[in-house]
């Protein structure tokens, strides 16, 4: 069968954008990453956590967990 996975995501406005690289333990590293427009006004961006793994994963329990967004150029 198939391999269960967790994964990342980044979500703009409330909708799925960025899918971040499955992993598949609860032990991996995740990463989501990429380059999102906002309109400057009313765009708005979240990250999620999916645990798919049929066990419990603990984001708190890593050395860091850190969400990062910078301006590239002015729309």
Request: charged letters at 10%.
């Amino acid at each position: 069968g198939a391999t269960a996975s967790s994964f990342l995501s980044i979500y703009k406005n409330g909708s799925a954008y960025i899918r971040g690289t499955p992993g598949t333990s609860t032990n991996d590293n995740y990463l989501a990453a990429g380059l999102v427009y906002c309109n400057g006004s009313t765009d708005y961006i979240e990250m999620y956590f999916q645990n798919n793994n049929g066990s419990t994963a603990t984001l708190g329990g890593y050395s860091f967990i850190k969400f990062q967004g910078c301006m590239v150029r002015a729309a």
